[in-house]
């Protein structure tokens, strides 16, 4: 007898089967025994409903529209004695599970979003994300602190780990009870506040996920926060606020002046290190500007400031604190201001470095951050490393429970980032070298020339790199490079093509050797 039947008969009989019983298999009831011993669950509700598709971290951006139903799960729940209320969301496809489950993760405070469920629920994954106790639209002063001078640490703990090995559990048990097996591979996809989450799974629950994508991480979390407010304190200390204009032509003049350096024209300086570019050789030349519209002459309170975070945050005795930033990327996204002529301009600092100096380290949420000096600075970064590296610095180089349990993770992070210090990475990618001379057998770092914050830029972003963990983990396919490309653009009638490279591993350096630039043949790993 011959019991073969062609595949796709079979899968669409499995899934019409469980398409059929989905509302069914969808009830409250169903999800009884979803809890975990340290929790005390308050609600369990749930729904099937169509998905929408958003952008997914760390992908291509999707236009399409695919509608799929899912089981929608909202699981709320508290720690005894903690005071919380976290709201985790469990969303199962009702047909074509494709048998993996996926923890994604947020951006900024933000611990993560449902809304981030429907494109990996669209392809097929069963998705986790969790809202770590306190709104996905707050800001820091209305959670961080229980009242003034009090700071809520259940809620900073639930935000840096807690919540999120908890989401990967529930997610997995609301998994199995809804299509009755396990899923067969796990993963967690992110960037910044989700590529440090990701590191926190490696570091501190090294079993709950196979593969983890932790991209552009704001990983050393208790240094490089207080080290993002830097440039307002330069600014200051200058008792100059420079316009976008005059910082963003400085930045342009450093990428001309380096750019070749890497044998390319191309607007991207993609060696690290080399630039040795002195912004006081620019002092005096003239710039156009618009918004406020207008010409001025680059200062040499504006080449200090440029010198200044280049070099990176120091405190009062002048001992280097953290790194400063590549010359190529826009010193904009920390060194803020806002002007209403190129002359007059006001400090506008990162929300999240202003908070964590305000409302965390100082327990006030009204306090001005200008008020701030120099001295207040160094004391404050100290109590930073001192109060909170346990809590979610993130910068544990120890991943031998990561290796020990087969997990793959893979990161990359732009050169041309503007909020997180590329060289963080570095530093944190050598120490876990340091400790493992094994490490790129289960932890890779791709460092993406001309790369913005997550993405944008000019340069070659990595979008298929969460496929390339997936064949990491399933396959034993480790990657050797990651496929890359640039945003084609258009000016005026003028269209530039996309470009394409392979990204290579850390301590590998993209360098070009010959022949057309726009094409990854002419580039190699050195
Ligand atoms: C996708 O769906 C949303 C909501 O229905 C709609 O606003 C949007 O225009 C759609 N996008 C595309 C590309 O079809
Ligand atoms: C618990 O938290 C709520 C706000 O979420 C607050 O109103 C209440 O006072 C807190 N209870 C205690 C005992 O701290
Ligand atoms: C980053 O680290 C590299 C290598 O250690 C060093 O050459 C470079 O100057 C550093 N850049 C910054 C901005 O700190
Ligand atoms: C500033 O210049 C832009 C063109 O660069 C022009 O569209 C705008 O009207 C100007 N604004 C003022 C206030 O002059
Ligand atoms: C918090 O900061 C405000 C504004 O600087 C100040 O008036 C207030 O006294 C501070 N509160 C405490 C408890 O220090
Ligand atoms: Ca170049």
Known sequence: MNFSLPLSYLLLAASTALGASATARCANANFASLTLPNIHVLSVDTVVAPTWV?????????????????????????????????????????????GRFVGMGGGGWVTGEQSSLGQPVSQGYAAVSTDGGHSTSASTASWALTNEGNLNWPLLQDFSAVALDEAASLGKIATRLFYGSAPKYTYWNGCSTGGRQGHMMAQRFPEQYDGILATAPAINWDRFIPAEYWPQLVMKLLDYYPSACEV???????????????????????????????????????????????????????????????????DSKGTPLWYGFPHEAPLTGLGGTTCTSLRDCSPSPFAITADWLTTVLSRNASLDPSTLTLEDYSRLFRASANEFQSVIGTRDPDLTGFKNAGGKMLTWHGMKDQLIFYNGTVDYYTRVWELDPEVHDYYRFFPAPGVEHCGGGPGWYPGDSFQAL???????????????????????????????????????????VSGDPDEAEAFTCR
Request: glycine share 8%.
């Open 54 to 98: 958003g952008e997914m971290t760390n992908t291509f951006p999707s236009t399409q529209n695919v509608s799929t139903g899912a089981c929608q799960i909202t699981i709320t729940y508290t720690h005894p004695g903690w005071n919380d209320t976290i709201n985790t969301w469990v969303w199962l496809p009702t047909e074509s599970w494709n």
């Open 470 to 512: 997936v064949d990491w983990v399933e396959n034993g396919k480790a990657p050797d490079t990651l496929l890359a490309r640039t945003t084609p653009t258009k000016t005026g009638d003028a269209e530039v093509p996309a470009r394409t490279a392979y990204l290579c591993p850390f301590p590998k350096v993209m360098t070009y």
């Open 248 to 314: 963003n032509a400085i930045t342009n003049f450093a990428i001309d002046a380096c750019d070749e350096l890497d044998g390319v024209k191309d607007g991207i300086i993609s060696l690290p290190g080399q630039c040795k570019f002195d912004p006081f050789s620019v002092v005096g030349r003239r710039v156009k500007c618009s918004r406020p519209n207008g010409t001025l002459k680059i200062t040499r309170k504006g080449a200090q400031f440029a010198e200044a975070v280049w070099a990176g945050a120091k």
